[in-house]
């Protein structure tokens, strides 16, 4: 099984602007075919001889290295191929129907460079007793262009990948790359068979020790995630008041940023404050995803754990702007809906579910998700479904049966009992999914491209489910003031 790892990377001053060097030149490649792509299909459109005659979408970038561009030969050659390399990757993306056409690389956010295996080596520290590998040391660059070590932090063991990902982001470095996880403790289970193995053994179960082994999660706003056995995992209250200061400090300094003479180095100083200020809450939800999940998995009673199938990207849109009839703008929630959107986010719904899957994985238990329609308006006790059986946003009162408890909690038992009933009736419990395949440069061949094959998971398009799952969280964010911000 392949897992992600990011760790932190520390090039000295000298190595530093190097490599930036190498994100430019490869950034530059990569949107030289993407205007060239555009180019091109403006013509095929316009002129009659070049109707019929296919447009390139190729790997060749030799044709961008003129007298104007001579900076390019100062880097090495499989820097920018590895730029058109991304290109075509992209687009193989579009054909496929997962993405848009590529589009320009900005010079703002996250910067990043592809290297593949003749730009860099993991030499393996060996300890004193004989054959153990205890690390390794990072070497980057070839013979003509020599960077040097790079030291990183592994803050666990990894194995060789075959490329990786060199990355600046709000001023700290990072190496990113996937290979095989040396951490799974069964191994050999893998992909969907694993998943149908471990369901397998878990219909063996009768239905009480079924569900004494699963394990529901209501994920909501004003807590971020309640378990049907009454557990609340919530962000630390000093991590909240920091969280509130940092977004302060953020607007302040970008109110300071836009006040200070265009382009001066003030400005610039503004604008790095600016990119720094969302990191410690991007930390702070990235830990709490990582504990939660990781104090989910552990618990040795459970063996299933089942969520609702949110599809978080549909439901953190932006509104849409609405007309009056002389098409005059008028007020359409934005910024509430702004406001929802950023505590959806906050709460990191979808990393904590990511993060449990591949960890459960790991140890043999299962995650799947289940329909989350009227979840909060049914009655744990009897299914009785109405929105009576709401009074408040925190308590839950079954109109039909009298049954009282915590919304959140009576909301994970649903859920809980949804994923016993799915796994029951033997529906598939991966969701459809749509193939593509991933060109990837592989050994010291310099252009050898070898097609794989990868699974790509598309959220479903049901408009309903969203507007009545947003029209739901609305009603907690007006019930809730302290919760928007
Ligand atoms: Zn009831």
Not at 318 to 336: E, I, S, T, V, Y
């Amino acid at each position: 099984m392949l897992n992600g790892y990011k760790f932190r990377l520390y090039p000295s001053p000298e190595q530093e602007p190097i490599l930036l060097q190498w994100i430019g030149c490869q950034r530059l490649i990569y949107n030289a075919k993407v205007q060239e792509d555009r180019y091109f299909r403006r013509f095929q459109r316009r002129m009659v001889g070049t109707v019929g005659e296919d447009i390139p979408v190729d790997q060749q970038y030799s044709r961008f290295i003129t007298a104007k561009t001579a900076f390019l030969r100062q880097v090495p050659s499989p820097v920018l191929r590895n730029g058109a390399v991304r290109w075509r990757q992209a687009y193989q993306r579009f054909f496929q129907k997962l993405s848009g056409r590529p589009k320009m690389k900005r010079k703002s956010g996250r910067q990043s460079v592809w290297l593949t295996s003749e730009l860099f080596e993991f030499r393996p520290i060996v300890d004193d007793t004989p054959g153990a590998v205890c690390g390794y040391h990072l070497h980057v660059g070839t013979d003509k262009f020599p960077v040097g070590i790079i030291p990183y932090v592994a803050h666990r063991p990894h194995a060789v990948p075959a490329s990786i990902y060199l990355a600046i982001e709000g001023g700290q470095w990072w190496l990113s790359f996937a290979a095989e996880d040396l951490t799974v403790t069964i191994p050999g289970k893998e992909g969907d068979a694993a998943t149908e193995r471990i369901a397998e053994d878990l219909r063996h179960l009768s239905a009480d020790q079924l569900a004494e082994r699963t394990l529901g999660g209501d994920r909501g706003i004003a807590k971020p995630l309640m378990t049907s056995d009454g557990h609340v995992f919530d962000l630390l209250p000093v991590q909240q008041t920091r969280i509130q200061k940092a977004r302060r400090q953020h607007r302040r300094w970008q109110r300071r940023a836009a006040r200070r003479k265009k382009g001066s180095q003030n400005q610039k100083k503004a604008y790095r404050k600016v990119a720094h200020s969302p990191q410690y809450e991007k930390n702070v939800r990235h830990e709490y995803a990582h504990q939660t999940s990781h104090a989910l998995v552990v618990h040795a009673a459970y063996d299933l754990y089942v969520f609702e199938n949110l599809p978080i990207q549909q439901m953190t849109k932006r509104p849409k702007a609405k007309k009056d009839a002389q098409g005059h703008f008028l007020p359409n929630g934005r910024a509430a809906k702004a406001g929802l959107n950023r505590a959806i986010l906050a709460s990191a719904w979808g990393q904590v579910v990511m993060f449990t899957r591949y960890k459960a994985r790991r140890r043999g238990k299962l995650v799947i998700t289940v329909p989350p329609q009227h979840s909060s308006q049914e009655c744990a006790e009897c299914t009785f479904t109405a929105p009576d059986n709401r009074p408040s946003q925190a308590a839950f009162v079954c109109q039909r049966c009298g049954h009282r408890d915590n919304a959140d909690h009576n909301a994970a038992r649903v859920i809980k009992k949804r994923g016993i009933q799915k796994l029951l009736s033997g529906e598939p419990l991966t969701t459809s999914r749509k193939t593509t395949r991933i060109f990837r440069t592989l050994g010291p061949e310099r252009s050898e491209v070898t097609p794989g094959e990868t699974h790509i998971r598309r959220a479903p398009s049901k408009t309903d489910m969203h507007r009545s799952q947003n029209q739901e969280l609305r009603g907690v964010i007006r019930e809730t003031p302290t919760s928007t911000r």
